[in-house]
Structures are given as structure tokens and as C-alpha cells.
């Protein structure tokens, strides 16, 4: 029954509607953020902000560290670059110093002397294994002439035999078509040195009766005039006595390595140069030509 | 003088340039960037080149002349290299028509049994008329035999590029009959 035509329901929803937000700013008088039944709400609220907080930590983190590593990687490439021109400034550095000590020496050697030399750079090697030459940057426009003797500091590497204007092709002393005259130091026999293979040569025509030991010193002997007289050739490595023979075949290891020497001097004038004189005169420097 | 001519002189005047070019190459550059292993003989395998491709009788004489020029690169004697160059176009001459392969595959087989005839012939004519023969050197031939035979390839695509570029398909297609009637 209803007397005044009343809608109960309508109403009590619009009591509902506005006795909420009485409740609530009841509730917030009263500050009960801490009740009970917020817990769970706010257990869901954390777990959640946590795990959105840990990915945006992580986005963050992996995007800096991402804009760190091209930071990185630009300063990387920056530094190995640095590091590239430092390393070959040191290896021009060393080999500059190298030069420079080799020059010096050169420069010490040719002062020293009374041979008139001219200064050459090897340019080239032989186009074929059986011929042991080398071309120098010297020719016949510098005053070079077949014949003449080619040495570096160390000792005898060859002669010229095919001078042309700007270059000249020399005759290795380990080449088979060469043939230096040579003598033993410490007994003075002469000999015939002749090319074997690209690093020794063989001294012949030695007398059986002398006395020669590994080691031995061999040096120029002059009789062919190319070189000049006493200049450190090779080493003794072997002797071999055959029965039939009357000579020695001797094994030599030159003293300079002819496959990879690049600066060489050209001999002149010899001047009557005579380093067995010199070499008598100071023990010592036998001894430096033998080592 | 013809136009044919003239390519044909210019042709071989290319070809010798760059036969200097590779001896060159193998005497000054190779040894001083990469000594420590052998340079190949890209001159031989040019001449190997020659002998498979061009005609045998301007071949041989042209093979004598890249024979004297080879000469000035190295203290080989001018009788070791006539007589080996010679012997080697030879066998190569009796073995090109009778293998069956073609393009580069085909000469990188002729070189690698050119480059052992070489060397062979080398060793044994050098022992028949040289007074101080040369040794066996069995190691330093093995390795470059073998080097030879890498750079083949590669030198066959040269070449190969270098002789295309001097042949002209319009005038050695036409036979000399038509082409004389077509100029009538």
C-alpha cells in the first residue's frame, strides 16, 4: 500500500548515493588508511606500483646502459684509434732508431776507411731460385763498373756484374756462377770461394796438410781485385778430407746473411786497403768480425 | 699500315709491358712486403698463358724475346732460358689439345704441369749444358710449384681480361673474302 504514491526505491538509492561521500569524508576525519580492510587493496596497489616500478627501473637501466655502450663504443673506436697512431709512432720511432744506429754505423765505417765506397739500398732479388743475386739502386750513372767489390760493414756480400744505368744486378758470393779469392786467417792458406745454396758457400783448393777447424775465420784474400784484402767472407761449418783429393772442400757460412741485408757499399777505389793489417794490429776486431 | 696491324703491335707492346711489370713485381715488391714466402712466377704463368692461346710459330719467337727479357731481371744465362722456355712450350703444346677441360680450371692444371716441366727441365738442362749446374732444391721448387698453382686463378682472369681486350669479334668473324667484298 502506498499512500502518497511514494517511490521507496528510487529513495533509497538517492540516500545511498548521498550518504557515500558523507561516509567518506567521515572516514577521512578519522584517517583510517591503515584499517583492515585496506590492507589487501593496498598489499594488491604495492605488489603492482613494485612490479611496474621494477620495469621502469628496468627500462631505464637497460636504455641508459644502451646509451652508455654507444657512448662506449664511440669512446672505444676514439681510443683504439689513439692507441693504433700511438703504437705506430713507437714502431716508426724503433725503426727510425734502428736506421739511424745502422747509418751510424755505416757512416762509422765508411769514414774509417780508406776505400772510397758508395752507399747503395738493395731493390730487388733474383726472379729465379737457382741464381742468388740482388739488384742495387746504383748504376753506372753513380760510377759503378763490373767488377767491383759489394760489402756491408760485417763483411764480403758479392760483386757487380751486370751494372746498368740506374741499378746494378750483384753476384752473391753464394751464388754458383761466383768465385772470390779467399784465405784462411789464422794460417793464411789461400783458397777459391764459390757459391753452394742460398746461405753457404765452399771453399776449395786448400792443401790436406793445413790446419783448419770449424770456426775458422775466412776473409777476402785480394788476388782477384775486387776486394780489398783481410775482409771478413765467412765461418768454417765443415771440412771434408776426401782420400783421393789433395785439397780440403771446406763448408762456409757467410757472415752476412745475403737474403736479408738491404743497405750495402760499393767499393771504388780499394785504395790498397788492407784489412789483414788492421786486424793484426788489434786482436779484438777479429774477434768482432768472427761473432 | 692497318688498324688490325696496328692492334696487333699494340697488343704485343701491352703484353711485354706488363711482362716487365710482373717480373718486377716478383724481383721488388713481393720479397720486400712478403718475404717469407716465395713470390709467384706470374711472368711464367703469362708465358704459359701465350703458349695455350696464340698461334704456336709467332708464340715461340715471342716466348724467345720474353726469354731475353727475363734476363735483365735475373742472372739466368740466356741459353737456360731459351732452351727451358722452349722445351716447356713444347710439352705444353703436346698436352693442350689432348686434355679435356676448359676456362680456368683448365689452366690452372697447365700451369701446375708447366711450372713441374719448368722446373724439371731447368734442373736437367742446366746439368747438360752448364759447366756449375744448378742443385736440386727440391723444397724451394716444391713451394713454388705450388704457389704458381694458387695465383693461377687469379692470373687466368687477368690475362684472360687483357686478351679479350684486344679482340675485336667484328673483325676476325668476318672471313676475308666477304670482307673484301663488303669493302668493294
Known amino acids: 500500500m502506498n499512500f502518497l504514491n511514494f517511490n521507496f526505491k528510487k529513495a533509497f538509492i538517492l540516500l545511498l548515493v548521498l550518504s557515500l561521500p558523507l561516509i567518506s569524508i567521515n572516514m577521512e576525519q578519522k584517517k583510517i588508511q591503515n584499517s583492515w580492510f585496506t590492507q589487501p587493496f593496498s598489499f594488491i596497489a604495492q605488489s603492482i606500483q613494485n612490479i611496474f616500478s621494477g620495469l621502469s627501473t628496468g627500462v631505464r637501466g637497460t636504455t641508459s646502459e644502451y646509451l652508455n655502450l654507444l657512448n662506449i663504443k664511440s669512446e672505444n673506436a676514439r681510443v683504439m684509434k689513439e692507441n693504433d697512431e700511438l703504437k705506430t709512432r713507437l714502431n716508426q720511432f724503433s725503426e727510425n732508431q734502428n736506421e739511424l744506429e745502422r747509418l751510424r754505423t755505416l757512416l762509422d765505417f765508411q769514414n774509417n776507411t780508406k776505400m772510397e765506397l758508395i752507399p747503395g739500398q738493395v731493390i730487388g732479388r733474383d726472379l729465379v731460385v737457382d741464381h742468388k743475386t740482388i739488384t742495387i739502386n746504383k748504376g753506372t750513372k753513380h760510377g759503378l763498373k763490373e767488377g767491383q767489390a759489394v760489402l756491408t760493414v760485417s763483411g764480403a756480400v758479392g760483386y757487380i756484374f751486370k751494372p746498368q744505368y740506374f741499378t746494378s744486378h750483384v753476384m752473391l758470393v753464394t751464388d754458383r756462377y761466383s768465385v772470390v779469392d779467399a784465405l784462411i786467417q789464422k794460417t793464411r792458406a789461400h783458397g777459391i770461394v ?42 768454417v761449418t765443415d771440412i771434408e778430407r776426401k782420400t783421393k783429393s789433395a785439397s780440403l772442400v771446406i763448408g762456409i757460412k757467410p757472415v752476412v746473411d745475403p737474403n736479408t741485408v738491404e743497405e750495402v757499399f760499393i767499393v771504388k777505389h780499394a785504395a790498397l786497403e788492407n784489412f789483414l793489417e788492421k786486424t793484426e794490429d788489434s786482436p779484438n776486431s777479429a774477434q768482432a768480425g768472427h761473432q | 699500315m692497318s688498324s688490325i696491324r696496328l692492334r696487333f703491335y699494340f697488343k704485343i707492346f701491352i703484353f711485354t709491358m706488363v711482362f716487365f711489370v710482373l717480373c718486377s713485381f716478383q724481383t721488388s715488391f713481393w720479397p720486400n712486403v712478403i718475404p717469407w714466402v716465395p713470390s709467384p712466377q706470374l711472368w711464367l704463368l703469362m708465358i704459359f698463358f701465350i703458349s695455350l692461346r696464340w698461334t704456336p710459330l709467332f708464340t715461340i719467337f715471342y716466348i724467345y724475346f720474353l726469354g731475353f727479357c727475363l734476363t735483365r731481371f735475373s742472372q739466368i744465362p740466356l741459353k737456360m732460358a731459351w732452351t727451358t722456355l722452349l722445351v716447356t712450350f713444347g710439352l705444353l703444346s703436346v698436352f693442350k689439345d689432348r686434355v679435356r677441360l676448359s676456362g680456368a680450371l683448365s689452366f690452372s692444371f697447365f700451369t701446375l704441369l708447366g711450372s713441374i716441366v719448368f722446373e724439371f727441365c731447368y734442373v736437367g738442362l742446366s746439368r747438360i749444358i752448364e759447366a756449375n749446374p744448378t742443385s736440386m732444391l727440391f723444397l724451394e721448387r716444391s713451394v713454388q710449384i705450388l704457389v704458381n698453382f694458387i695465383f693461377s686463378y687469379v692470373a687466368y682472369t687477368f690475362f684472360e681480361w687483357l686478351d679479350q681486350f684486344f679482340y675485336n669479334e667484328n673483325i676476325w668473324s668476318k672471313t676475308p673474302e666477304k670482307s673484301d667484298g663488303v669493302e668493294q
Open chain 1, 194 to 235: 764459390e757459391g753452394k745454396t742460398k746461405d753457404s758457400c765452399v771453399l776449395l783448393y786448400v792443401e790436406r796438410t793445413e790446419d783448419v777447424k770449424v770456426g775458422d775465420l775466412i776473409v777476402t784474400g785480394g788476388l782477384d781485385n775486387i776486394f780489398p784484402k783481410g775482409f771478413p767472407l765467412g765461418v
